[in-house]
């Protein structure tokens, strides 16, 4: 009997999944094992397969029920999109599973917390972005050219709590200059002060190769002892399908 890809994570959780979905997907099959084990991975799959709520689910499972002090209040889950109407896609979209699970618990008599989520764009206006500041919200929907802005400004210290960054869209920024900024920017998020345990880094992208170099934007490197560059490890799940190719040649004479 094969293993459910939930089974790690909270009852309400998979009581929630199994009621409001068929089947996991191949991509959530494929993924959630190695997100479930805090690796860093890069989910390669085609639209409509899930991989959205793949990368976010075992975070909002942490959020909601894990205990927390109220001290170290701040941002926990990081989405970064290179597209701005992506993220206000996803700031809606979270609102589903959020309030499923939460009534799951509740039904159950489970302790659950209650979970907020922002958007900290261009077009955010001052007085949400002091609000956010003073009451960081524990998911944070932004772009890699706001991300750069954050960490170059007093909202940084609400960064240091980040546990996961989810970065959509990978493949789109492996070539350009906006992916080695955003690069950059990674790097910066991992070294703030006060940051405690490593980063998870999840990546989504579409099925495009070679995956490899997404992945090694995504987890970034270190220096070794000798000055050489370590890649950092990260978990491929590549959910992609090949299609199938026959070739034959005929030709019209012996």
């Known amino acids: 009997?094969?293993?459910?890809?939930?089974?790690?994570?909270?009852?309400?959780?998979r009581r929630w999944f199994d009621a409001a979905f068929e089947r996991?997907?191949?991509a959530q099959e494929l993924g959630w094992p190695a997100i479930a084990s805090g690796e860093s991975t890069l989910l390669l799959a085609p639209t409509g397969s899930g991989k959205t709520l793949t990368a976010f689910l075992f975070a909002l499972d942490r959020l909601l029920f894990a205990p927390r002090a109220e001290e170290s209040r701040g941002v926990r889950?990081?989405?970064?999109?290179?597209?701005?109407?992506?993220?206000?896609?996803i700031e809606r979209n979270l609102h589903a599973p959020i309030a499923g699970i939460t009534a799951e618990?509740?039904?159950?008599?489970?302790?659950?917390?209650?979970?907020t989520v922002g958007m900290r764009t261009g077009d955010t206006p001052q007085a949400e972005r002091q609000r956010?500041?003073?009451?960081?919200?524990?998911?944070?929907?932004?772009?890699?050219?706001?991300?750069?802005?954050?960490?170059?400004?007093?909202?940084?210290?609400?960064?240091?709590t980040v546990e996961t960054v989810i970065v959509d869209e990978i493949h789109s920024m492996v070539p350009t200059k906006r992916?080695?900024?955003?690069?950059?920017?990674?790097?910066?998020?991992?070294?703030?002060?006060?940051?405690?345990g490593a980063l998870q880094r999840i990546g989504l992208s579409a099925t495009q190769r070679p995956a490899e170099e997404a992945a090694r934007l995504l987890?970034?490197?270190?220096?070794?002892?000798?000055?050489?560059?370590?890649?950092?490890?990260?978990?491929?799940?590549?959910a992609g399908s090949r299609r199938a190719v026959e070739l034959s040649i005929e030709v019209p004479v012996e």
């Open 179 to 196: 992916g080695a900024h955003l690069a950059l920017s990674l790097e910066r998020l991992a070294a703030l002060p006060g940051r405690s």
């Open 219 to 238: 987890a970034g490197g270190e220096p070794g002892a000798d000055d050489s560059w370590a890649p950092r490890a990260v978990t491929i799940a590549d």
């Open 77 to 89: 889950v990081l989405y970064v999109s290179p597209l701005k109407a992506l993220g206000a896609d």
């Open 132 to 160: 956010m500041l003073r009451q960081p919200p524990d998911v944070l929907i932004t772009t890699p050219e706001s991300l750069y802005l954050l960490l170059t400004s007093k909202a940084r210290e609400t960064l240091a």
């Open 105 to 115: 618990a509740q039904r159950g008599g489970d302790v659950v917390h209650p979970v």
């Open 1 to 13: 009997m094969s293993r459910h890809p939930l089974e790690t994570a909270q009852p309400p959780v």
């Open 24 to 26: 996991p997907t191949r």
